[in-house]
């Protein structure tokens, strides 16, 4: 059976993140529910390695998973038909990719993009609405993917310091969400960003090259990197260098 789930005030602190409910669980990695989804829980939150998660008519609820899945920036799989795409992408006139442009378009379509074998979304309202405030004080970025003029994919993320944790992502054309990916990818090799937080592992993250990592290495991780200062969120021509040869 599982132990009594904390309940959350508004202003409470988190319980430890080795408190989550374990493997054996119905629910691995649940930690509490309840609280608020103001920016500086949210800051406190990703700072010990919780996050919230949570559908429509439930309440919020906070996960800290163990092991957590991480892709680390050097180890980013770039399968040859994906490198003849960004190759081709770098090289078209109309193609580009952009940082902070559309951060309410992007939150918005991956909270409708429908994917296999899910039923609704978890970016609810209430969510949409805390990242966009998280994006206001510069806690929260999107990189768009743009071709002829036209949003065709994009992801969020959040980012302290040198902490970057990985959120949603949407396509509305082959690759275009990977691309932004790609392009995430190079800001973080650009500025020494070792890793990006993937949550929870799925097959698609693993062919991609994350991997999972013990849940107290990654809070340890985390700590040390919110500590550096934050990241130029830009995205320059230059930066396919990091994954593409000139």
Known sequence: MDPPLPWLSPG???????????????????????????????????TQGTFP?????????WWAPDPRMVLRVDQFKLHPSFIKTLKKFRASPVCTVTVDKAFAQVIRACATHRRNGQNGTWIVPAMVTAYEALHAQGLAHSVETWIDGELVGGLYCVALGHAVFGESMFARVTDASKIALA????????????????????????????????????????????????????????????????
């Open 53 to 61: 998660w949570f559908s429509k008519g439930q309440p919020i609820l």
């Open 183 to 246: 392009g995430l990818v190079c800001i973080t090799r650009e500025h020494g960003v070792p890793w990006i937080d993937c949550q929870q592992n799925t097959r698609h993250l693993a062919s991609l090259g994350a991997r999972e990592m013990p849940r107290d290495l990654f809070i340890a991780g985390v700590q040390s990197l919110a500590e550096a200062p934050s990241l130029r969120w830009d995205f320059k021509s230059v930066y396919w260098s990091q994954l593409l040869p000139n």
């Open 12 to 46: 409470d602190p988190f319980p430890p993140p080795d408190a989550a409910w374990n493997e054996n669980s119905e629910a691995p990695g649940l930690l509490a529910a309840g609280g608020s989804l103001d920016v500086e829980t949210l800051r406190r939150a990703y």
